[in-house]
């Protein structure tokens, strides 16, 4: 089997090669050939009496800090505007030539990280600071210093400010995200949050655990060094000893600009870092100066964004998953590929309506992307690469795991498993109930979670209480010991004093999301009460709709929730609300907060902290916001604030005025 598919594997990249490099007539993609010949390389590894003499590879040859201080940048920190496509390139150089003639230009890698400065004095760095809204940053000097490629002394004597960007590798982030999915953490989204959650840790010990790196690329007042021209600011940067990206191009005409970004929007996988464009600079310092800058930008550079990476994989197979309400998703398995630093392997296909609208067939060739660079999914099916083999859809019509029939809804597009008693509903159930927006219990991963199931310790959302009667034969499982068992129990402890929302929350009900939880615990007060509430109570309620209030009711009448309930209730779990109470702010009460960038804290706190002080968060800037508070990397958001002239308060700001003990 395995010679047989060294085989396939020879004849599919011998054709490729020669459709490439002789016929000049490419009938695979790039990422598609890396993928073969990355599968042929493990396969001949793994069994090198298996190596042909035709095949491809034979022709391969300790700081903590209290909190935060502001740091004010002397010459601002701008950021450039953002251009998405060829026309926009060459609009801005035509904008350029109206004023110098015959610009050349400098083209940079746009590095996926969080910009930083930092200031020597005689040679010696004095402080590392965040960006921060580009008047007003942070101290970071404790964890800049941990950074191996950040000098802590120049070959020269001298007082200089460099900026560039702090950024972690792609080996470093999954090393971390490895680590944290060992350790039951939540892993990080992309390598940009990373970095910037490593660089806002008090604790220097965290960032340098992280493997962070730096590229610089501006030198604020390069005529004090007698530097005229972009270039020779990297190279004098060079000079210096810091880290400066090697993949530069002084490109003569706006058709080299052009050439250079085609390039590496290909090319961009096979860097160890993540880059999500490209900066386009006017290299000459003085034409900069000519050109000068906008309310907001400077005229003299541009930041040319790559659309959300996108590759081509086939569908092997569609599988069907049972969630936690019954609803039944579609899930395409995927051969393996390389999509914008993560290896996918599966997508969800969310309903029969939507595989139907896109025409999806078992085998086909699917182009996917990251939708928002995070969630992968389907752009759309290589219909000319159809062999004729291709299996057409059939939605399940029975339950994966129990077998029971499937009903669809006329008012939804998902079909349901209505059985109360599926295990794959139960597990579902379980893990949503552990998780760290419902009760929290710390360690309860999906898999621990689906372990105890299966091994008959948990079967409703009570069971976790009772947990602590099986310790010593939870304690003899494989990869458990005395010391991760009880810090799962100490979890389960804690986790009876929560307040009555994240009960609610976790118990479930369909449609009782986060939000909705929060409003029936603050109106309701009591388990007690909620539970004895008519139909007609709950559409009292603000935010509470019929079907809400029907799925409510409907809940508490069956009785094995109820005895649930009853058997949380005598396990000592809190049923009060006793959520943080409003403490109103004249900075905050009946005011209006819009949230932009990245900021330390999860964005649902920096709500709660607003909504706690009589205040409210929007998703757009308008004429009737009051303040826009900005953390690293604002978007859109900020520049509308600065246009429309409406406060901005840095995350130190904000943090302040709540003094950080809500």
Not at 282 to 304: C, E, H, M, S
Not at 587 to 615: H, Q
Request: proline fraction near 4%; glycine fraction near 6%; charge should be negative.
């Amino acid at each position: 089997m395995i010679e047989k598919r060294i085989d396939e594997l020879i004849k599919i990249l011998n054709k490729a090669s020669y459709d490439y490099h002789t016929l000049d007539a490419p009938t695979i993609t790039d990422q598609e050939y890396d993928d073969y010949y990355a599968e042929l390389v493990k396969l001949e590894t793994e069994h090198p009496e298996l190596v042909r003499e035709d095949s491809l590879t034979v022709r391969v040859g300790s700081t903590v800090i209290d909190g935060f201080q502001k740091v004010t940048h002397e010459v601002p920190m701008m950021s450039l505007d953002d251009i998405f496509n060829e026309e926009e390139i060459r609009e801005f150089d035509n904008r350029v030539r109206k004023v110098i003639p015959h610009p050349t230009y400098i083209c940079e890698l746009k590095i996926d990280g969080l910009s930083v400065s930092l200031l020597y004095e005689k040679g010696k760095l004095v402080r590392g600071a965040t960006r921060g809204d580009g008047v007003t940053g942070e101290d970071i000097t404790h964890n800049v210093k941990t950074i191996k490629s950040v000098p802590l002394s120049l070959p020269q004597d001298i007082d200089i400010e460099v900026r560039g960007e702090i950024y972690m590798p792609k080996s470093s982030f999954e090393t971390l995200n490895e680590e944290r999915r060992k350790k039951g953490e939540k892993e990080f989204a992309n390598p940009r949050n990373a970095a910037a959650g490593s660089v806002r840790q008090l604790d220097s010990k965290i960032a340098a655990s992280r493997n962070l790196n730096t590229f610089m690329y501006h030198l604020p007042k390069a005529g004090d060094y007698d530097i005229h021209s972009q270039e020779d600011a990297l190279n004098y940067m060079k000079e210096l000893t810091f880290t400066v990206n090697p993949n530069i191009k002084h490109a003569k005409n706006v058709e080299e600009v052009v050439e250079y970004i085609s390039y590496w929007q290909e090319h961009r996988p096979e860097l160890p870092y993540e880059i999500d464009g490209v900066v386009i600079k006017v290299n000459n310092l003085d034409d900069q100066r000519k050109l000068g800058f906008t309310a907001r930008v400077p005229k003299w550079g541009i930041a040319y964004k790559f659309p959300a990476e996108e590759v081509l994989t086939q569908l092997k197979n569609i599988e069907f998953c049972v969630g936690r309400t019954g609803k039944v998703t579609p899930r395409a398995d995927l051969t393996p590929v390389h999509l914008a630093g993560s290896i996918i392997s599966s997508v969800t296909l969310h309903n029969e309506d939507y595989v139907k609208e896109k025409e999806i067939m078992i085998g086909d060739i699917i182009s996917i992307h990251k939708a928002g660079d995070v969630i992968p999914e389907v752009v759309e099916v290589k219909k000319e690469r159809r062999t004729g083999e291709e299996i057409p859809f059939q939605m399940a019509t029975h339950c994966p795991i129990c077998g029971t029939e499937l009903v669809r809804k006329e008012s939804e597009a998902a079909w349901f498993c209505l059985n109360p008693n599926c295990d794959a509903r139960k597990i579902e159930g379980l893990i949503h109930f552990a998780s760290r927006d419902a009760m929290n219990l710390d360690g309860f991963g999906d898999s621990i979670v689906e372990d105890f199931y299966n091994m008959g310790y948990l079967h409703t959302a009570d069971d976790y209480y009772t947990l602590y009667e099986h310790k010593e034969d939870l304690q003899c499982l494989e990869g458990f010991g005395e010391k991760s068992i009880q810090n799962l129990l100490d979890a389960v402890q804690n986790s009876k004093n929560n307040s009555l929302e994240r009960l609610l929350f976790g118990l479930g009900i369909r449609h009782v999301g986060k939000k909705t939880a929060t409003i029936l615990a603050q109106h309701f007060e009591t388990m007690e009460k909620l539970q004895t509430a008519s139909f007609e109570e709950l559409r009292e309620v603000e935010d509470i709709g019929e079907i809400i209030a029907e799925e409510i009711v409907s809940y508490f009448a069956s009785s094995k929730n109820q005895e649930c309930l009853q058997k949380l209730k005598e396990y000592g779990v809190n049923f009060t609300y006793i959520g943080k109470e409003k403490s109103l702010s004249a900075d905050f009460e009946n005011k209006t907060f819009v949230l932009t960038g990245t900021l330390s804290i999860p964005r649902e706190e920096a709500k709660e902290k607003i909504e706690l002080r009589g205040g409210k968060v929007t998703g757009s800037v308008t004429k009737k916001t009051d303040a826009v508070i900005v953390g690293e990397n604002p978007g859109s958001k900020f520049t509308k604030a600065q246009e429309l002239g409406i406060p901005t308060w840095t995350e130190e700001e904000f943090l302040s005025k709540v003094n950080d003990k809500s």
